[in-house]
């Protein structure tokens, strides 16, 4: 099964960007749709944005469309969350997800199997 491992977390001032990064090992990242969710203390994970096997569909939530670009290279079993014109109310811990299927229904987390440990993202403002 594949393990997955967040890293570009930090502490940003608002109106900043962070690039996050998910690094796959154990596994074919091919062969998983990949998603990034988000938790604030106190709130329920959310989605954020999911990628294609393939790379070539992605799904945003309304919250950070415009904001947030979800890319991947399977070369490297990376996949990333370019975040732009990042807001106070984006402060969270970041987690990547992978599930082995098609991107269809990849914005519910229990959809997923397999999980990071997470990476804090503070934006102060």
């Known amino acids: 099964q594949v393990q997955l491992v967040e890293s570009g977390g930090g502490l940003v001032q608002a109106g900043g960007s962070l690039r996050l990064s998910c690094a796959a090992s154990?596994?074919?990242?091919?062969?998983?749709?990949m998603g990034w969710f988000r938790q604030a203390p106190g709130k329920e994970r959310e989605f954020v944005a999911a990628?294609?096997?393939?790379?070539?569909?992605?799904l945003y939530a309304d919250f950070v469309k415009g904001r947030v670009t979800i890319s991947r290279d399977n070369a490297k079993n990376t996949v990333y969350l370019q975040m732009n014109s990042l807001k106070p109310e984006d402060t969270a811990v970041y987690f990547c997800?992978?599930?082995?299927?098609?991107?269809?229904?990849?914005?519910?987390?229990?959809?997923?199997?397999?999980w990071g440990q997470g990476t804090q993202v503070t934006v102060s403002s």
């Open positions: 990628i294609s096997r393939s790379g070539g569909s992605t």
């Open positions: 997800a992978a599930r082995e299927a098609y991107l269809r229904n990849s914005v519910f987390s229990e959809n997923y199997n397999t």
């Open positions: 154990g596994g074919t990242s091919s062969n998983y749709a």
